[in-house]
């Protein structure tokens, strides 16, 4: 029994709980960009992937007739498969190690399970009960189009061959025999093959998916291109994840919101008109201020408020677009950089005496804050 989720500020209609589907091939990624993506948003993360390799670890385990359709469909039927806090598989209770579950022996057994249809049945419903009224990231080859075909957000997360054949590689067992490259790439591509023919769960690209290929991409920017992508989706998305940087106050009429309560002493006001060194492409540097609160809204045109966190250095960055009639109150000590295009205007409000501290952004952060960019504010 899961407890509800509270209103988010945009009412009944935004109540939803937020689904992000990511599908894709064998090897693109999906449960490495997943779970970071879980752990930014702070939401559940759903690796069905890891309860078809639980089910053929307990199958090769229970030294059944592998061959017998029939008889591996009526053991996997029989299993409860679930995820601990930890982010775990759960097999009847027993937690299996990861290594056991990616190891390349359950991997070239893992199609008695995902090609049998009584097998698939009873994991899709395992799956479903398991994402039912949360907000949650599922992850696996077929969660667009069978176990959550109502996300408000699916990605078909891909890389090419060679691509997946490096990483897949990179991760081989010390202990076990490698593979060439080649030999390795003729691999991945058969098994697409098969996985895109098969009839049980075939892999397909939903209509209503976005195509993310991540060939040259850093993990942190495909995560942040998936975030904004979301954030398109559920405007109130962040929110709670900034929420120790940002107080957002949205007016009960045009022109009013209460800002601070009157304890920091006078507030200073002004216009910005956007700045050489705060537009899109041109931003290289992020701000933290001491002594007050700074709080912005938008006027006229389109802005990004880039946000990198509260320790003495900024960490990864999330950003999320300005709404009109909404005051955006930047903590003290929140890393923040705010990005103006041309013919836009906000009103800002901050505390007297503030100090400014600022910091150059690393190219990691760069290449996140212009993922961010690139959704919110296409060429």
């Not at 039927?77 to 290594?99: P, Y």
């Not at 966190?309 to 960055?317: A, K, T, Y």
């Not at 005051?327 to 503030?354: D, F, L």
């Amino acid at each position: 029994m899961h407890t509800p989720l509270p209103l988010r500020p945009g009412g009944p209609a935004l109540a939803k709980p937020m689904v992000i589907a990511i599908d894709g091939p064998a090897g693109a990624g999906k449960s490495t960009v997943t779970r970071l993506l879980a752990r930014r948003l702070n939401i559940l993360y759903l690796d069905t992937g890891a309860m078809y390799r639980a089910a053929t670890v307990g199958i090769i385990d229970s030294g059944i007739d592998r061959e017998d359709a029939i008889e591996v469909a009526r053991y996997v039927s029989a299993r409860h498969i679930d995820f601990d806090e930890h982010g775990m598989v759960v097999m009847d209770g027993q937690v299996l190690a990861k290594e056991r579950i990616r190891s390349p022996a359950i991997t070239a057994e893992i199609w008695r399970v995902a090609n049998n249809a009584r097998c698939r049945e009873h994991l899709v419903r395992l799956q479903k009960d398991l994402v039912a009224g949360r907000d949650v990231v599922v992850e696996g080859r077929d969660a667009t189009t069978v176990i959550c075909p109502d996300a408000q957000l699916k990605i078909f997360l891909d890389a090419s061959a060679e691509e997946r054949a490096r990483r897949r590689l990179g991760e081989w067992p010390a202990n076990e025999a490698k593979p060439t490259l080649d030999e390795m790439v003729h691999t991945i591509r058969d098994r697409d093959g098969l996985d895109m023919k098969r009839e049980v769960g075939p892999l397909t690209i939903s209509d209503d998916a976005v195509y993310l290929l991540t060939d040259g991409q850093h993990l942190s920017e495909v995560v942040a291109r998936i975030m904004a992508y979301a954030v398109q989706r559920q405007p109130f998305l962040l929110e709670k994840v900034v929420s120790n940087q940002l107080v957002v106050g949205r007016s009960r009429q045009p022109g009013y919101v209460r800002v601070a309560d009157g304890t920091d002493g006078a507030w200073q006001l002004g216009l910005t008109n956007p700045d050489p060194e705060r537009m899109p492409g041109t931003t290289r540097t992020i701000t933290r201020n001491h002594g007050g609160r700074q709080a912005g809204s938008l006027l006229q045109g389109a802005a990004i408020l880039c946000l990198a966190g509260v320790g003495d250095h900024p960490h990864h960055v999330v950003a999320l677009p300005m709404l009109p009639q909404t005051w955006y109150v930047i903590e003290p000590g929140a890393w923040h950089a705010v990005i103006q295009v041309q013919g836009t205007i906000c009103a800002w409000a901050e505390s007297s005496g503030i100090r400014e501290e600022q910091a150059t952004m690393t190219p990691e952060q760069i290449a996140e804050m212009n993922a961010y960019l690139d959704v919110y504010l296409p060429k």
